[in-house]
């Protein structure tokens, strides 16, 4: 029902109007409270005043950032409020935006998205009105009101066809429709009922959502974010919000859209990246990832650190000035079991083992001396003596090394005696041999992101590594002190600004990092919440190390069981999440697919029963009106001139090819990254394009895609949901026959 009468238009517009103008005196107050705040900033005062300071101008600054951000569609809904139901003065209408807005009397304009009274505007049906009789869609650009549709929600003036209408159709029709730019956009004008359900869902315990291709897991997943800091913002704030994606790209793909929701504490990181200081870029082939996803890879760490508390069978001889010391097998296997009952990481209960040790060898010292016994005093100065000796601490570090995680795999990886003693057999081993890393080669993979993070647990974070950069952190303090001081002279700034708060706006950055970047650094961040999308994609260690960012449980998973592509994934929630989060989750599911027409997903329904017969599809919303097609080709070079006819303008087409299938297309971009995001045309792999979506998809040799993988099935399924406007297919050979439902063209 539109009711664009050009009477309600402008008093629309008016309505928007006053709102705009209350945005921008707010933003020149702020701009104004901030620049007060920063022209104190270098005028000195107690350590205390500066860091008051300093959370005021973040503070203003992110409001700032906030008021910036919800410029385009400030707001974008209206409720009518049936009679007697708003309590609060005498409110019939409440309008619903990016924000929340009051006048000086602190009367409300607008009401933010996230808020409890603007639920109906999301939830309201013609069968549950909520209270609301009418609720209207403003369509803005720019700051004019350009159309206004509205579901009136009056019963007893609404026909049953009426009655079943979705949510604001028109409003979802016309987003849906839009042409693709590379980017994900918020939905915070069209979230349908279901997918409210979800994004209000309770912050404790594991949320699952289930659901299809197209379905909205990803933005519904984002908008959940923005309405936790907005409902727990005390309790999310400081340990912020984690957001994991599958790949970089993906990451590109979404992250326009939380600033548009204006959110701040939420750090968006993969698997890959999660591990702070490794950066993971090798490819792995698929059996030696799948290996190293499975949980059985607990155990073999685990032995991989015993392998290196091994005593040697022989006495240690060590060989002193003046005389040699011995440690016998049974002094080092007693010392040994003390360390291990102290239930200590490896690092820590190294402490433990070293004094046992030192303990026997300065007894024997203390008799080489002929010193017989010693008072406590004396004992502890020839112990002290004894540590720093350059033998006995080369014997000790050999029997029960400082180890980095790090340390602990490439010694692993690269050996098959220590592999065999870890329990892998000899063609597990073999899968796993790798040579040790040479400078500026890229060692590690994502599938050793999860093992560096669990030798981590067990070798404890404090080795001497860690210390010396802490005695090294000390020393360059001291230099840029020395610096600051130089650099004030020099520049004639010394009155304004001391020479200790330079150097620590110069080094201490911490003071500076939002939850985010702190978390990023630090692996034993706990976060208040955890996203995971495309969460059928994580194997087995991966949500042993993504749980430990989350001991509190408070966790949104979200993925499709039938699209996963990798083999150490998941084919059951249950598999997945029972081990760490047993009794504490629940599923829910996403049915209505917003992406895909109803025409290309007949196609793809029928892949879907090859990946498993008892799962439907979800149903799509919209009608393409163009019918998917395949195409034999006589070979890959057709295909430039075929892409250059399917292109829609200003639209972006892709072609998802099987790995390892070498396409030079002229002026398309190939492989992922943020320039696949803005290209015209790429060419992407289906890794590469999940997530993803596309005005045009093009796959090329679906067989190929079927058969490259026990996985084939899935990933066939997920090359032919990107697609929100055409679908085709092109092969050399026969087209696979689960694919009969595509027209067939000759030319
Ligand atoms: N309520 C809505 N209003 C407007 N657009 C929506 C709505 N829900 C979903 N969409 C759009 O539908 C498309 C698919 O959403 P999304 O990528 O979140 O789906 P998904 O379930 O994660 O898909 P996949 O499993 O294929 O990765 C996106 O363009 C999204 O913006």
Sequence with gaps: MSHSTAGELAREQQYVATLYERLDVLRVRTRGQLDGVLAQGAAGGTHQNRSERDSF???YASRLARLWAVEHGLCFGRLDLAEGVSEELDETRLYIGRLGLSDDEQRRLLIDWRAPVAQPFYRATPAAPMGITRRRHLHTKGRTVVTIDDDLLDLDGLSDA??????????????????RTGRMRDI?????????????????????VQGGPGTGKTVVALHRAAYLLYTYRERLERRGVLILGPNLTFLRYIEQVLPSLGETDVLLSTVAELYPGVTARRAERPAAAAFKGAARMTEVVARAVQERQRMPRQTVEIRLDKFTLRLDRQTCDVA???????????NT??????????????????????RGMLNDEDFADLREELRTEEPVRAALNKLWPYLTPQQLLIGLFTSRERMAYAGLTSAEAGLLLREPPRAGEGWWSE??????????ELLGDIDESVLRAARRAEEEREQQLAYAREVLELTGMADIMDAERFAERQQAEETYLTTAERAAKDRTWAFGHVIVDEAQELSAMAWRMVMRRCPTRSMTVVGDIAQTGSTAGALNWANVLDPDAGGRWREAGLTVNYRTPVEL?????DVLTLVDPGLKAPESVRESGERPWARRIAGLGE????????????????????????????????????AALEAPVAVLTVAEAKGLEFDVVIVVEPGRILAESPRGPSDLYVALTRATRRLGVLHTGGLPSVLTALDRRTQ
């Design 349 to 370: 209960a190294r402490g433990v083992f070293v004094r046992q040790l030192l303990n026997a060898l300065t007894k024997q010292a203390a008799r080489h001396l002929g």
């Design 57 to 59: 101008a973040d503070m």
């Design 188 to 208: 915070v004008a069209t979230i349908q009922g279901e997918q409210d359900k979800i994004i209000r869902s309770d912050l404790n315990g594991v949320l699952v």
């Design 447 to 456: 599938a050793d992101v999860p093992l560096l993070d669990e030798a981590a």
């Design 336 to 346: 040994r079991s003390r360390a291990a009952k102290s239930r200590r990481p490896h």
């Design 639 to 674: 295909i430039a001139r075929i892409v250059a006819e399917e292109q829609v303008p200003g639209g972006k087409l892709v072609v998802i090819v099987p790995d390892g299938l070498e396409l030079d297309l002229p002026g398309a971009v190939v492989g992922a990254g943020p």
């Design 601 to 605: 997903m007949a196609v793809a329904a």
């Design 162 to 179: 009426d009655k079943a209408t979705l949510n604001g159709e028109a409003a979802l029709l016309a987003a849906l429709g839009e042409t």
